[in-house]
């Protein structure tokens, strides 16, 4: 549970700091659904999104090699 609101809460904060500096409204950017919060909502814990996205980067490197 504490991963899980860490994770909530750290991207909460992201998406307000990237509103703020791209001059948009904070309602309408921390209503948008990431992948990761989607992941989440899915059930996905954050260590297993974050090596699944590893792993698809690393894939799609060695494709572009």
Do not use: C, P, W
């Not at 921390?30 to 992948?35: A, E, F, G, I």
């Not at 909502?41 to 572009?64: F, H, K, N, P």
């Amino acid at each position: 549970m504490h991963e899980y609101a860490k994770f909530l809460s750290g991207t909460a904060l992201n998406l307000g700091l990237e509103s703020f500096i791209e001059g948009t409204v904070a309602a309408a950017t921390l209503s948008k659904r990431t992948d990761e919060f989607n992941a989440m909502q899915a059930g996905q814990d954050a260590a297993s999104y974050r090596r699944d996205q590893l792993a698809a980067r690393a894939g799609t490197d060695a494709d572009s090699s």
